[in-house]
């Protein structure tokens, strides 16, 4: 079993040379001659108004929270049916229950219109 | 660990294990071969990748694409773009968030090229055979989307906030179809192993028994890797390119590394969930017809070879039809994007985990494997012709709604409805997937 994991392990620990070796090659190949214009924020030719860093509209932000709903059910249902072939009857029913729940919070966030885009 | 176990009988790693002993250090050497291995056949292949996207792409459109480096087919066009990448300078905007503008392309590629730790290329030919390899597989693969939100927020740039917002919105939204649909096969194969799923398949692929959540799937794919029709968060004519407008030089090569990567991946892993990965069951049909025992890749010498070679059939097939839609199907709108996967995609989704969680207990024990397949096949028609149905009657009152509307209106204030009608003209399946999931 642990040894499953070292396999995973060196890899988080060598996937980052794989990345780099290109970039680091490109920065000792690559000019190095930077100048103000250059370095100025692209967007098509105009000059940049402010900064980007704003409060940006929440539309987005309540998606993600309606995910996170969902990403934790993932949690519970992936165990659930790679065991299912142990499961008793009263264990499908909380399991039918379970998703039950969740279409129910699915309604109720499109009801009060948080699935509206705007 | 078992990689390139034995592509005939003995392999390399069984030579090395016979030469060195088996000390701890030789499995962590072995290991450390395999990660090699893997990764280096993921970036080369992606050089192959781009190429051949180029080309079809180029046939479909009736142009011939890349021709002149490396011969008559052009087949050195991405090494030539490689090297040019790698000679251009590459700077980071004065105003970027040092930091995050740099750590997003490393994080983006690591992430993609985590994913092939658990991809099965052959009986016994897998980095790592992880009990739960799926959840591993879907885990990593979400953290691409802090890169691109690293990348976007980092750059300081409005068109690449933009990209940001709409990648974390897109990602994260079709990640719920595709995890949910995820969970079908895995009740089907009671295991989140990809050899055990491949395992389950051995008569009959999971794409003949649950093609809706293969379709499902696909689909929410598409999405996942930021493909058309769902590439909206690079989408050149909206936004310049998204979360990737102030990268240059080998720093934007991760970003197009990565997406090449988990494109092939995302095909690697259908090929495995729904169409039996190295498996053929073809094979065993026409040997049982001649009346010769069924016989498994994974225990024949040659096997692996086979297993390989069918691998990779499958994986280029799902690849080419990555390809043919982005050549086919324009880019939809971000609220149809999000509209079909909320109110479309997730309950449906919902509803056929649902179905098949309850159907597969109901089946008798004494069925045998092909009379499961038989029933979960005719239940997933089921639901998707009966979904197909409920689109047509509600697009059907949709359009007798507006053309109603359009013969009462005459023509002076056809600027205020025309609007509306439109935007019904245009939604029609968005529309269509509201009242299939309000039902």
Same mark, same amino acid.
């Given at each position: 079993?642990?040894?499953?994991?070292?396999?995973?392990?060196?890899?988080?620990?060598?996937?980052?040379?794989?990345?780099?070796?290109?970039?680091?090659?490109?920065?000792?190949?690559?000019?190095k001659k930077p100048n103000p214009i250059k370095q100025e924020t692209y967007e098509c030719g105009i000059e940049t108004i402010g900064s980007s860093w704003i409060q940006f509209k929440v539309q987005y932000y309540i998606y993600?929270?309606?995910?996170?709903? +969902?990403?934790?059910?993932?949690?519970? *249902? %992936?165990?659930?049916?790679? !065991?299912? /072939?142990? &499961?008793?009857? +009263?264990?499908?029913?909380?399991?039918? *229950? %379970?998703?039950?729940?969740? !279409?129910? /919070?699915? &309604?109720?966030?499109?009801?009060?219109g948080v699935l509206e885009w705007v | 660990m078992e990689f390139l176990k034995s592509l005939v009988e003995l392999t390399l790693f069984d030579y090395l294990r016979q030469v060195w002993g088996n000390a701890a250090w030789v499995e962590v050497v072995l290991d450390i071969i395999g990660v090699v291995v893997v990764s280096t056949f993921c970036l080369l292949v992606v050089v192959f990748l781009i190429w051949l996207e180029r080309k079809v792409i180029a046939r479909i459109q009736d142009r011939i694409g890349p021709n002149r480096v490396g011969g008559k087919y052009g087949l050195l066009q991405t090494v030539a773009d490689v090297l040019k990448l790698l000679s251009k300078e590459s700077f980071t905007p004065a105003d970027a968030d040092k930091p995050a503008y740099n750590a997003a392309p490393f994080l983006i590629v690591i992430s993609a090229l985590l994913m092939w730790a658990v991809l099965p290329f052959a009986p016994g030919v897998v980095g790592v055979d992880l009990n739960i390899g799926l959840f591993y597989i879907l885990s990593v693969s979400s953290i691409s989307v802090v890169s691109l939100l690293l990348a976007g927020w980092g750059s300081n740039n409005k068109y690449a906030l933009l990209g940001a917002f709409r990648s974390v919105a897109q990602l994260v939204s079709y990640e719920v179809p595709m995890i949910l649909s995820l969970v079908v096969p895995i009740?089907?194969?009671r295991s989140m192993s990809t050899q055990d799923i491949i395992g389950a398949q051995l008569v009959a692929p999971f794409m003949f028994v649950v093609p809706l959540s293969a379709i499902i799937f696909f689909i929410s794919s598409l999405a996942e890797t930021g493909r058309t029709p769902f590439d909206l968060l690079e989408a050149e004519?909206?936004?310049?390119?998204?979360?990737?407008?102030?990268?240059?030089?080998?720093?934007?090569?991760?970003?197009?590394?990565?997406?090449f990567m988990s494109t092939l991946f995302m095909s690697g892993l259908f090929a495995v969930v729904y169409w039996g990965g190295w498996s053929l069951p073809i094979l065993n049909m026409i040997l049982s017809l001649f009346g010769v025992t069924p016989i498994d890749l994974s225990v024949i010498a040659f096997g692996r070879l086979i297993g390989l070679v069918v691998f990779f059939v499958k994986m280029f097939a799902v690849y080419f039809v990555y390809i043919w839609i982005r050549g086919t199907l324009p880019r939809v709108r971000v609220d149809q994007l999000l509209n079909f996967n909320?109110?479309?995609?997730?309950?449906?989704?919902?509803?056929l985990v649902l179905v098949v969680a309850v159907v597969d207990k109901l089946i008798p024990a004494e069925m045998g494997v092909l009379g499961r397949a038989a029933i979960h096949l005719m239940t997933n028609l089921l639901i998707g012709f009966g979904t197909i149905e409920v689109l047509r009657q509600s697009a059907r009152?949709?359009?007798?709604?507006?053309?109603?509307?359009?013969?009462?209106?005459?023509?002076?204030?056809?600027?205020?409805?025309?609007?509306h009608g439109h935007d019904d003209h245009g939604d029609h399946a968005m529309h269509g997937a509201d009242v299939v999931a309000a039902h």
């Amino acid at each position: 079993m642990l040894s499953d994991w070292q396999f995973i392990a060196i890899f988080v620990v060598l996937a980052p040379i794989f990345p780099a070796a290109p970039v680091i090659l490109n920065y000792v190949l690559g000019p190095k001659k930077p100048n103000p214009i250059k370095q100025e924020t692209y967007e098509c030719g105009i000059e940049t108004i402010g900064s980007s860093w704003i409060q940006f509209k929440v539309q987005y932000y309540i998606y993600a929270l309606v995910f996170v709903v +969902f990403d934790i059910e993932a949690v519970f *249902l %992936f165990p659930i049916a790679a !065991a299912y /072939g142990q &499961l008793g009857l +009263f264990a499908v029913m909380e399991t039918v *229950l %379970f998703i039950f729940l969740l !279409a129910v /919070g699915l &309604l109720y966030a499109w009801g009060r219109g948080v699935l509206e885009w705007v | 660990m078992e990689f390139l176990k034995s592509l005939v009988e003995l392999t390399l790693f069984d030579y090395l294990r016979q030469v060195w002993g088996n000390a701890a250090w030789v499995e962590v050497v072995l290991d450390i071969i395999g990660v090699v291995v893997v990764s280096t056949f993921c970036l080369l292949v992606v050089v192959f990748l781009i190429w051949l996207e180029r080309k079809v792409i180029a046939r479909i459109q009736d142009r011939i694409g890349p021709n002149r480096v490396g011969g008559k087919y052009g087949l050195l066009q991405t090494v030539a773009d490689v090297l040019k990448l790698l000679s251009k300078e590459s700077f980071t905007p004065a105003d970027a968030d040092k930091p995050a503008y740099n750590a997003a392309p490393f994080l983006i590629v690591i992430s993609a090229l985590l994913m092939w730790a658990v991809l099965p290329f052959a009986p016994g030919v897998v980095g790592v055979d992880l009990n739960i390899g799926l959840f591993y597989i879907l885990s990593v693969s979400s953290i691409s989307v802090v890169s691109l939100l690293l990348a976007g927020w980092g750059s300081n740039n409005k068109y690449a906030l933009l990209g940001a917002f709409r990648s974390v919105a897109q990602l994260v939204s079709y990640e719920v179809p595709m995890i949910l649909s995820l969970v079908v096969p895995i009740l089907l194969a009671r295991s989140m192993s990809t050899q055990d799923i491949i395992g389950a398949q051995l008569v009959a692929p999971f794409m003949f028994v649950v093609p809706l959540s293969a379709i499902i799937f696909f689909i929410s794919s598409l999405a996942e890797t930021g493909r058309t029709p769902f590439d909206l968060l690079e989408a050149e004519s909206e936004i310049v390119a998204g979360f990737h407008t102030e990268y240059s030089g080998m720093k934007f090569g991760m970003f197009f590394l990565a997406e090449f990567m988990s494109t092939l991946f995302m095909s690697g892993l259908f090929a495995v969930v729904y169409w039996g990965g190295w498996s053929l069951p073809i094979l065993n049909m026409i040997l049982s017809l001649f009346g010769v025992t069924p016989i498994d890749l994974s225990v024949i010498a040659f096997g692996r070879l086979i297993g390989l070679v069918v691998f990779f059939v499958k994986m280029f097939a799902v690849y080419f039809v990555y390809i043919w839609i982005r050549g086919t199907l324009p880019r939809v709108r971000v609220d149809q994007l999000l509209n079909f996967n909320w109110k479309f995609l997730v309950p449906l989704t919902l509803v056929l985990v649902l179905v098949v969680a309850v159907v597969d207990k109901l089946i008798p024990a004494e069925m045998g494997v092909l009379g499961r397949a038989a029933i979960h096949l005719m239940t997933n028609l089921l639901i998707g012709f009966g979904t197909i149905e409920v689109l047509r009657q509600s697009a059907r009152r949709k359009r007798l709604l507006v053309e109603e509307v359009e013969t009462a209106v005459s023509h002076h204030d056809d600027h205020g409805h025309g609007d509306h009608g439109h935007d019904d003209h245009g939604d029609h399946a968005m529309h269509g997937a509201d009242v299939v999931a309000a039902h």
